[in-house]
């Protein structure tokens, strides 16, 4: 007979092998998913999205665990700068004990087009299984950029509670020209971290002749949106972009026409209208070895309280440098000033501006310009626009200003 220690050693063990993993093996292919990627979340409005998918919620970062619904962003199968060429490989993992199937279903949506009628691929798996999807936009037939969605299907799925659910990971990567291969881990969320009340950034942006540096935003909604995109510096606003996104699609975008040292600069997300999630690529210009940045979610108010006086210096392309003090006066997110350059007048959103000059003394014409307000005693931005008059720096101006107090 065996002692009651070693009876205990067999009940363990075989307790092990009832939850050990499954095999990979196990995932079977159901054909095509019955709903395109606009079906599948048009019963789902921002709101609804925000409670079935938790907004704000950057899988392995903030939240850990099994999930309902999946995006994963910076999928590709495409040729890229200085040799590579990148694909990318999916992760999954069930958290069951191997007594039910999971049902999900997995959409492969291209970068730069409309998605609302793409075709996604039904999948049904052990609950208690793993596995990997290898090159997964060109197994689906696509080459270029792209986002990964994928959802559960809670009625035809037969494991129950938490066990219903599966836990995604990726890597982007491309062969090393001296062996090997150099991969970038893919950002993860259960929805969108960016609506029209809120902002996201993502720091570390390099631009130089060592590093690269891509951004790309998804559009969660229905509609085409318009996400701006601020550039900065270590202690200057560097320009503004906007990326023009269609339905349940992407655009990735590089900073060539920036330059940004190390240790590296910030990018700011924001949108007018929709939801959309975004991250920032650093890629190093030797290796091809990419550093992925989920861009960090923050509240912000209306707009901020940039009334007073301040100490402003303004330079031009021409070499041209003043300084001088500024009273702004402000009502709501509307702010009017008097300067040297001519009447100022502009509108604020959370911590973002734009601003246009009109009426000069001596150089006549129209200036715009946007800024950010970095803290309660400082503003940074930059302008540009056309004017005419002796010593203007005309016909086409451009330049930067600087707040503090």
């Known amino acids: 007979m065996f002692s009651s220690r070693i009876r205990l050693a067999i009940v363990i063990a075989f307790a092990m092998l009832a939850i050990a993993p499954a095999l990979s093996a196990q995932l079977l292919e159901l054909g095509p998913s019955p709903l395109t990627a606009g079906q599948a979340l048009s019963c789902l409005d921002a709101e609804d999205a925000a409670a079935s998918k938790p907004a704000r919620a950057p899988l392995h970062a903030v939240t850990e665990g099994p999930s309902d619904m999946a995006f994963l962003f910076g999928a590709a199968n495409a040729a890229g700068q200085f040799g590579a060429y990148y694909r990318t490989d999916l992760f999954y993992s069930g958290s069951g004990v191997g007594n039910g199937q999971i049902v999900f279903d997995m959409w492969v949506l291209p970068a730069n087009q409309d998605n609302t009628n793409t075709q996604g691929r039904r999948y049904s798996v052990a609950d208690n299984a793993f596995g990997i999807f290898r090159d997964v936009v ?34 982007t990567y491309t062969s090393s020209p001296s062996g090997g291969v150099y991969s970038t881990t893919l950002p993860v969320t259960t929805g969108w971290l960016i609506s ?15 590093k690269r540096t891509n951004v790309n935003a998804f559009n969660h909604s229905g509609s085409t949106i318009t996400c701006r995109v601020d550039v900065y510096g270590q202690t200057s606003a560097l320009g ?6 269609p339905p349940y699609s992407s655009i990735q975008r590089g900073l060539s026409d920036f330059s940004i040292p190390e240790p590296g600069g910030e990018v700011v997300f924001s949108l007018s209208s929709g939801y959309a999630t975004a991250f920032a690529v650093t890629v190093d210009n030797a290796t091809n070895d990419g550093d992925a940045r989920l861009a960090s979610y923050r509240e912000t108010k209306a707009c901020e309280d940039i009334s007073g006086t301040w100490a402003g210096a303004f ?6 440098y003043n300084s ?27 911590t973002y501006g734009t601003f246009t000059i009109t009426s000069g003394q001596s150089c006549s014409g129209s200036i715009t310009g946007n800024f950010r307000v970095f803290s309660s005693n400082g503003i940074a931005g930059t302008y540009s ?8 720096c005309g016909p086409v101006v451009s330049g930067a200003i600087v707040l503090g107090r």
């Open 240 to 245: 503004t972009f906007y990326l023009t996104i």
């Open 138 to 171: 060109g197994t689906f037939g696509f080459s270029g950029a792209a986002t990964v969605m994928v959802s559960i299907d809670r009625t035809a799925t037969t494991a129950i509670g938490a066990y219903s659910r599966l836990s995604w990971w990726g890597r």
């Open 324 to 350: 001088s003090y500024v009273v702004v006066r402000q009502t709501g997110c509307s702010f009017t000033a008097a300067t040297a350059a001519g009447d100022l007048t502009g509108t604020l959103s959370g």
């Open 196 to 210: 029209p009340t809120t902002y996201t950034d993502a720091p570390g942006a390099v631009q130089s002749a060592d």
């Open 315 to 320: 330079a031009n392309r021409c070499g041209a």
């Open 385 to 392: 626009g056309s004017i005419s008059g002796t010593s203007c």
